[in-house]
């Protein structure tokens, strides 16, 4: 019986040492900028979405897109979502598209249930095999690119935020009315 609380100490301490690593309350910003030699193009994927269709982020090109990695179980990730939901409403007009790629092992499962309680109008593609992920070098979550209306990538983000405010609100603006 001691041995059995010890695993199971075991995996709660390895469970939150994961969630701890793997989900970031921080918020750094890596301007990737033009006369920046890291900006790049944007690597191209294809995933499915909640209804089924075949997405690829290449038939977005022409548009401001926003890339950013959730998952359902990251409190960050959640958080910063209704402001997401805001900022896409308010500029999906101007060309704004915001691709919420979900990580979860069980992204269909997970995500409908998470929807059932909070809806969005945003595009959510599921990467349960790890494939825009990898693509990207994506271990933390949230995760966010932000990538030009050229497909360059211009800026990462790493950690949740509000994102109808501050540099990285004044960027997208920006890049929608250039």
Not at 60 to 86: D, H, Q
């Amino acid at each position: 019986m001691h041995r059995s609380k010890k695993n199971i100490f075991g995996i709660v301490v390895l469970l939150t040492v994961f969630l701890l690593v793997g989900c970031d309350n921080t918020t750094s910003e890596q301007p990737l900028t033009k006369v920046n030699s890291e900006s790049k193009l944007a690597a191209d994927f294809t995933l499915t979405n909640m209804q089924g269709e075949q997405i690829s982020l290449s038939q977005y090109r022409g548009k401001v897109v926003i890339l950013n990695f959730w998952a359902t179980w990251c409190p960050p990730c959640r958080e910063e979502m209704p402001s997401m939901e805001r900022l896409y409403r308010n500029h999906k007009d101007q060309g704004l598209v915001m691709l919420a790629i979900n990580v979860d092992e069980n992204g269909k499962k997970a995500v409908s249930q998470f929807l059932r309680r909070t809806p969005y109008s945003f595009q959510i593609l599921l990467d349960s095999d790890n494939v825009a992920q990898n693509a990207y070098g994506v271990f933390r979550f949230p995760e966010s690119f932000i990538i030009d209306r050229n497909g360059m990538m211009v800026k990462k983000i790493i950690g949740g935020r509000d994102w109808l405010s501050g540099s990285t609100f004044e960027l997208i603006k920006f890049l929608l009315n250039g």
